[in-house]
């Protein structure tokens, strides 16, 4: 199991023309179908005298769903090439959508998978690319009396903590990788005066 992934940083655009059509195209970190569904919508009034409106999005990071439009262009020539952009670059939590304004050619079902892919592929090398970890978040609550037990634990497994309230009772909060997260309620299992509280 891994606990990283890829999703763009900040939403990016690209170009690419072909015999008279221009293909535009954005790229934008996501969360969830709602926030796709606007952004289709905005694209849409923005791009309104555009001929076709092809996308594709991932999200979820352990179980990716996956999704991919054509918008009328023939079956297979733009929403695949798109989504191929997103798999080949590992990205997921992102939508990217390409405009087509058509210029009076028609360019083939080759012409066509080849241009919603080079379009696609501009926005991804124009947008900048940053890998996430997912994390499981606990709280140590604890007399003071076992301070120095709980620290010594956190000194050897390198454990990061974060705003420790240190009185009679004692509060430390600290995450860890998701995958790692069996191993860190293990650790303080056998304190019968430490309550560890998963909160994230």
């Excluded at 690209?14 to 195209?25: A, D, N």
């Excluded at 952004?39 to 999200?59: F, G, P, Q, T």
């Excluded at 050619?105 to 892919?117: D, E, F, K, Q």
Aim: hydrophobic share 40%; net charge neutral; aromatic share 8%.
């Amino acid at each position: 199991m891994t606990d990283s992934w890829k999703t763009v940083a900040s939403p990016a655009e690209g170009l690419y023309k072909e015999k008279g059509s221009r293909f535009i195209s954005f790229i934008y970190p996501v969360s969830d179908e709602d926030e796709i569904r606007e952004l289709l919508v905005k694209i849409r009034k923005e791009h309104h005298s555009a001929k076709h409106y092809c996308y594709a999005w991932r999200l979820g990071t352990e179980n990716v769903r996956v999704r991919s439009n054509d918008d009328g262009e023939p079956s297979s020539t733009a929403g695949k090439p798109i989504l191929g952009q997103l798999i080949s670059h590992e990205l997921t939590n992102t939508l990217l959508v390409v405009v087509r304004y058509f210029g009076g050619t028609l360019l083939g079902v080759s012409g066509l998978i080849n241009a919603y892919r080079e379009a696609a592929a501009d926005a991804v090398r124009n947008v900048q690319i940053e890998t996430k970890t997912d994390l499981t978040c606990y709280m140590l609550e604890f007399p003071f009396s076992s301070l120095n037990a709980v620290m010594q634990i956190m000194k050897n497994e390198k454990i990061v903590h974060a705003d420790p309230e240190l009185t009679d009772k004692c509060l430390i909060r600290f995450t860890v990788p998701k995958s790692d997260a069996f191993l860190a309620e293990s650790l303080f299992v056998k304190f019968r005066e430490i309550k560890m509280t998963r909160i994230g």
